[in-house]
């Protein structure tokens, strides 16, 4: 029968409504003012931390509503900024230098809500506040790195290719490698293996010396810049997630620049702690033919380094690096046999290689694990950043009993916070090369609530003025378009809601206001159309029939190409724009399920079928 529909489409709108209803439930919960607190150096988060902080807050007389210890950190909920703030002071009196406070905005979603996985709409930092960083790569550092790289490979390249040499050092401050060779045979021989195996390297000889210099070219030198900021950016990125912030901003600026925008972070010290941090590995054999005293006296041999591990004991380590963390894949906390702390590492293919071969021939030598970190020093560069420092400690050496694969265990750390610090720093990636945070701001809350607020008006004045309007000039057919319309707004927070990658801005919002817009011109398109069928005289429910069909190669055309353009804008576009493409793009999708497919259902449902003689069009 004309204008009937099956029981099987009405289950599905109603499912999808009703499913999209229940995910969008999470964004009227506001957000619980919040403190998190970690520990760092030796301190260590037990129950007993817990119980202590809550005894701290009630005897302030600033109770907090809920204190939970979940995953490794406290979390304390409070119903005001004002208590948050005050809590913050005191957490960090009594805890001292070895915890991190930091201020955060938690969901205050419903266990039942949770436990399907329903969370609020992510808000970007215009909405709900942060901070933002800019920080400089020091491509200096990454060209050092690459030099650095370069000696450890044409030592092996040679040793391969049984070329004697003298010495293979690097040149940092001329960005040169220079290698010495006993005989002028060999001298020749070198330059031609190094410039087959890689062409980009510029080589000079003396037609005297017995030595090569080695420098690499301006195309490769751009390629490692470039190659050093892309790197960053990732590692950033992940760095973010382990911070735990939702829908962070990492992007490129100028040519060795990287934006950070932290939604939700009212506290940098966390944030800047784990972003900034520079933590890498090496992994070295140590030496134990050298005179340990001698090189401690300052007469070091050539091949090795004097270190001094965590617990003060000297060690004299190999120059030649077995393997970087580069190669790490994971790092997992964890406890061994003896419920000593130690963190369990992942290598990729490569690296797996790499130490198999290396520790076959080590088998029964101790191997030390170095860590590597950058930190600010005190002199600074011609723009005022201060110039990091390498800092470097032996944290492991044992001894390897076996041949070594793509997993194995880092022990003798001195706490388990310790060692879930350093799996959290090789779990997001070592920094090809050290940022410095040269630009640092604080967004307030106050703001983003402004921002929200603001927003908000404007989408409730512009639904109202619609839904005025349609059911004043539409009657009860302009009834049904406002409750198609309310369906998609609903569904459509439940959408973006239920999207990882989707974050509302003010852009957004904006996004929003133009759908809601858009929406009800779908229904103004097919009620004008059933007008006209009807004026033709046709028959009621052949009007109805002939509205929504021939109407609805208009609305497609219409909402393609404006689909098209949001596709555009968010390919192409950064930030706010691509806020503002995703919320324009799923409005449109929305918008025509709701217009053409919700409201006809429900005119079939209420006029479908009947014999009428007029519709209160």
């Known amino acids: ?132 960083f800019l920080l400089a790569v020091d491509m200096q550092a990454a060209l050092d790195k690459h030099l650095n790289d370069l000696v450890s490979q044409f030592r092996n390249d040679l040793r391969q290719a049984d070329i004697r040499y003298q010495s293979v050092k690097a040149n940092l401050d001329q960005g040169q490698i220079a290698i010495v060779f006993r005989q002028a045979a060999d001298v020749k021989q070198a330059a031609s293996l190094l410039s087959k195996q890689d062409s980009q390297l510029l080589i000079n000889q003396d037609n005297d010396s017995l030595s090569l210099l080695i420098s690499i070219s301006e195309e490769r030198q751009r390629d490692i810049r470039n190659y050093a900021l892309e790197q960053n950016i990732t590692i950033m990125r992940n760095r973010v997630n382990e911070i735990g912030v939702a829908e962070p901003v990492v992007q490129r600026q100028g040519a ?99 130490m198999s071969e290396a520790s076959k021939s080590a088998v029964g ?53 310790q060692a879930q610090h350093l799996a959290s720093l090789l779990r997001a990636g070592a920094l090809i090369a050290p940022i410095q945070v040269i630009e640092e701001r604080t967004i307030g809350p106050s703001l983003g609530k402004e921002n929200i607020e603001l927003g908000l008006a404007a989408i409730q004045w512009g639904m109202v003025a619609v839904l005025i309007f349609m059911l004043v000039y539409y009657k009860a057919f302009g009834l049904v378009a406002n409750i198609a319309l309310a369906a998609n707004v609903i569904v459509m927070v439940g959408i973006m809601s239920m999207i990882p990658g989707a974050t509302l801005t003010l852009p957004g919002m904006a996004g929003i206001v133009l759908t809601v817009g858009m929406a009800v011109d779908a229904n103004v398109l097919i009620f004008e159309r059933i007008r006209e069928e009807l004026a033709e005289g046709r028959s009621v429910q052949q009007a109805i029939h002939l509205g929504y069909d021939r109407a609805f190669a208009t609305i497609a055309d219409s909402n393609i190409t404006t689909l098209l353009v949001a596709l555009i804008l968010f390919g192409v576009g950064t930030g706010p724009v691509k806020g503002f493409a ?36």
């Open 1 to 132: 029968m004309l204008n009937k529909n099956p029981a099987w489409r009405y289950v599905v709108v109603i499912t999808m409504l009703l499913l999209t209803l229940v995910y969008a439930l999470p964004n009227l919960y506001p957000e619980d003012p919040a403190l998190n607190i970690s520990a760092r150096g030796g301190g260590v988060i037990s129950e007993q931390t817990r119980l202590q902080l809550e005894q701290e807050f009630v005897s302030a007389g600033n109770a907090a509503a809920s204190v939970q210890l979940q995953d490794g950190k406290i979390i304390a909920r409070f119903s005001s900024a004002e208590q948050q703030l005050q809590a913050f002071d005191q957490a960090k009196s009594l805890l001292g230098r070895n915890y991190t406070a930091a201020l955060s905005l938690m969901p205050a979603t419903p266990a039942w809500l949770s436990v399907i996985g329903a969370t609020p709409m992510k808000l970007g930092l215009d909405l709900r506040g942060g901070v933002h």
């Open 256 to 354: 060795d620049r990287i934006v950070v925008q932290l939604p939700g972070v009212q506290d940098t010290a966390q944030a800047k702690e784990i972003l900034s941090a520079t933590a890498t590995l090496e992994f070295r054999l140590v030496d134990t033919d050298s005179d340990l005293a001698a090189a401690m006296a300052g007469r070091l041999p050539g091949n090795a380094e004097l270190y001094q591990s965590n617990d003060g004991r000297p060690l004299l380590l190999e120059k030649r690096v077995l393997l970087t963390g580069d190669h790490i894949t994971d790092a997992i906390s964890g406890y061994d046999e003896y419920s000593q702390p130690k963190v369990t590492i992942k290598l990729d293919t490569a690296g797996g290689n790499l």
């Open 365 to 417: 030598r101790r191997m030390a694990t170095v860590f590597i970190e950058y930190k600010p020093g005190t002199e600074q560069r011609a723009d005022g950043t201060p110039v990091l420092v390498k800092q470097q400690e032996v944290i492991n050496d044992a001894t390897i009993q076996s041949r070594l694969g793509r997993d194995f265990d880092i022990t003798g750390l001195s706490s388990p916070a």
């Open 582 to 617: 995703i919320t324009l793009a799923i409005g449109i999708i929305t918008s025509i399920f709701t217009a053409v497919v919700g409201s006809r259902l429900l005119v079939n449902l209420i006029w479908g079928g009947r014999r009428l003689q007029s519709l209160p069009l």
